[in-house]
Nanobody
Framework: QVQLVESGGGLVQAGGSLRLSCAASGRTFSNYAMGWFRQTPGKEREFVAH????????NYADSVKGRFTISRDNAKNTVYLQMNSLKPEDTAVYCC??????????????????WGQGTQVSVSS
């Protein structure tokens, strides 16, 4: 079992930046690939970013590529999402998630085994 707790959300003006953190506990963090998803009311959960166990490979949704950066610190059991040049359409609840298997499709929510509760990000125009 892995517990995930997000932090760092808030209200920011368009063009601003936020850094989300996701702290993990319970199992060896470096055994898990990690992802960030976001969700708004009435819409399906949307893939944002993914990072492999060692942090060497990352993937991004087209909508955030060039603006968001995912990273991890396995010594601190934490994954981060640096969000720059934020837009009103980035407003959502952002959740981190962990994958225990070695073969998966990183863009699918069903690939992930553990989820955090989420943190709200609101971007005003």
């Amino acid at each position: 079992q892995v517990q995930l707790v997000e932090s760092g959300g808030g209200l920011v003006q368009a063009g601003g930046s936020l850094r989300l953190s996701c702290a993990a506990s319970g199992r060896t963090f470096s055994n898990y690939a990690m992802g960030w998803f976001r969700q708004t009311p009435g819409k399906e959960r949307e893939f944002v970013a993914h990072i492999t166990r060692g942090g060497t490979n990352t993937n991004y949704a087209d909508s955030v590529k060039g603006r968001f950066t995912i990273s991890r610190d396995n010594a601190k059991n934490t994954v981060y999402l640096q969000m720059n040049s934020l837009k009103p359409e980035d407003t959502a609840v952002y959740c981190c998630a962990a994958i225990s298997r070695t073969s998966y499709r990183y863009g699918l929510p069903g690939s992930y085994d553990y989820w955090g509760q989420g943190t709200q990000v609101s971007v005003s125009s």
